[in-house]
């Protein structure tokens, strides 16, 4: 540990919800009216998902403070007059698919080079099912993605699904609902074929091995959507009657990780985090801190836009490793690098496993955890579905490549921040993904 280093105080908030975002514009896009979003992340993925819908012909008011999305009803999309830039985005990319699937109009997707580098399968296999037009442009299973939504046929265009079911057309051109058990516990995959289960002739269920993050399920609900929940299945009901609403987006736990760690590992450091989201599909980081012997109160529980928040009063506390894995991987499958960073500074050994979904994320970061660690001096082996980590060991500045990963970027801050030396970060700006005022926030906390 940095003997030099100041304790963290203070009060933060931090941005809006990635997750939470996202969908407030999707929904809103699909309801009648304008749905107000508050809390709004600015952060470039959100703003991609922005871009995607103004091109889709979707008014959207983006005001400090406030967006504005002017939604059209669930047909009232139109055919974007250029590709769909879905940026770093997996978020934007899968869930929008699922979107277009059920227009009556064609459309392709690209994003940077890791969205095209990201597996897509996942929702083209379930969305071919469904008898969706998905195809992978470069037959790699990655994006561009070319969706073919517009086989609706002459006789059937000018009718409503409920009536274009009854005329029984002999084209094949619905989409069907279907019952899909998913492989991965991945909220993009589920919610994905959620939104296309909106546009087929049936009921669409979604089984998980896992729960992962509910967003979706609660929001499109609260929409007007009928959409049941049970266990790990979660079922849709096509053709819902979606009204705008009114949405205050809670702060991003994701976010509020890496001071939750800065804060645990400073000696005398104590932090108080205002208005964090802690929905149960989301709260892993925190039991696994307080498992660890970490020191977070969480006051101030109220329910904000559908979602349970919280204060969290974070100290400095002497830590321990522990195992992680299991159902609890999905509800911190974001934290684990910045769980790893913290596992550093704990004694003994940390085991985290069943998370090789960390392979295809941004970036791999099972490896570029496990290496830009090793650069700092840790005791770090990569698994094929974790790591494990020798904690207790002092860590040292180092060169860290962020592979423009903005959760790598923000987690060895964290960890630079408790190294003796200093610490260069590549590609650091990469950031302004999830967390565009990151270094401001930690330095007004540092001091
Ligand atoms: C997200 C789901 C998770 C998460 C991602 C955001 C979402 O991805 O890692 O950052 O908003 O649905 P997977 O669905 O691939 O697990």
């Known amino acids: 540990m940095n003997q030099k280093l100041k304790p963290l105080k203070g009060e933060i908030t931090v941005p809006g919800d990635k997750s939470i975002s996202h969908r407030a514009v999707m929904f809103g896009a699909l ?32 005001t400090p403070g406030q967006i504005r999305v002017h939604g059209k009803g669930l047909h009232g999309l139109t055919a974007p007059y250029e590709m769909l830039d879905t940026g770093n985005s997996g978020t934007t990319t899968r869930l929008i698919a699922g979107i277009l699937a ?24 379930p969305l071919t099912q469904m008898n969706a037009d998905i195809v992978s442009l470069k037959g790699n299973g990655c994006a561009p993605l070319h969706i073919n939504g517009s086989r609706f046929c002459q006789t059937c265009a000018p009718f409503s699904m409920k009536e274009q079911a009854a005329l029984s057309c002999a084209e094949n051109h619905f989409l069907h609902g279907i019952h899909y058990q998913s492989p991965v516990a991945s909220a993009q995959v589920k919610s994905c074929i959620l939104l296309a289960g909106m546009y087929a002739d049936a009921p669409t269920s979604v089984t998980e091995p896992q729960l992962s993050r509910n967003h979706t399920e609660l929001m499109l609900a609260g ?27 809670p702060g991003d736990i994701s976010s509020a990780a890496y001071f939750i760690a800065a804060a645990l590992m400073v000696p005398g450091s104590e932090v108080l ?69 913290l596992a550093c500074a704990a004694q003994g050994v940390t085991v985290i496993s069943d998370a090789q979904e960390l392979k295809v994320k941004e970036s791999n970061r099972i490896d570029t955890v496990s290496e830009n660690l090793a650069a700092m001096g840790a005791r770090v082996a990569a698994a094929d579905d974790g790591m494990i980590i020798e904690g207790g060991r002092p860590l040292h500045g180092a060169v860290i490549d962020s592979h423009r990963d903005h959760r790598i ?5 964290i960890a630079a921040l408790a190294a003796e030396g200093g610490t260069e970060i590549i590609g650091a700006d990469c950031v302004r993904i999830s967390y565009p005022n990151f270094y401001e926030t930690l330095r007004a906390l540092c001091g």
């Open 31 to 62: 309801a009648q009216g304008t749905t107000e979003v508050t809390n709004f992340l600015q952060g470039a993925d959100c703003l991609s998902t922005i871009d995607c819908f103004r091109k889709l012909g979707i008014s959207i008011e983006n």
């Open 102 to 125: 059920g227009q009556p109009f064609e459309s392709v997707l690209t994003g940077d080079a890791s969205i095209q580098s990201r597996p897509m399968k996942r929702i083209i296999d």
């Open 223 to 249: 929409f007007g959507a009928d959409l049941t929940s049970e266990g790990t299945t979660a079922t849709i009901l096509p053709d819902p009657k979606l009204e705008a609403r009114k949405i205050d987006v």
């Open 273 to 341: 985090i205002k208005n964090v989201g802690i929905n149960p599909t989301r709260d892993g980081i925190l039991r696994v801190a307080r498992a660890m012997g970490g020191d977070i109160s969480v006051l101030n529980k109220k329910i904000s836009g559908g979602e349970p928040t919280a204060d969290l009063l974070v100290k400095y506390s002497s830590l321990h490793g522990v195992r992680i894995g299991g159902d609890i991987i999905p509800t911190l499958i974001d934290e684990l690098p910045v769980i790893a960073v």
């Open 409 to 413: 970027a923000m987690s060895f801050s």
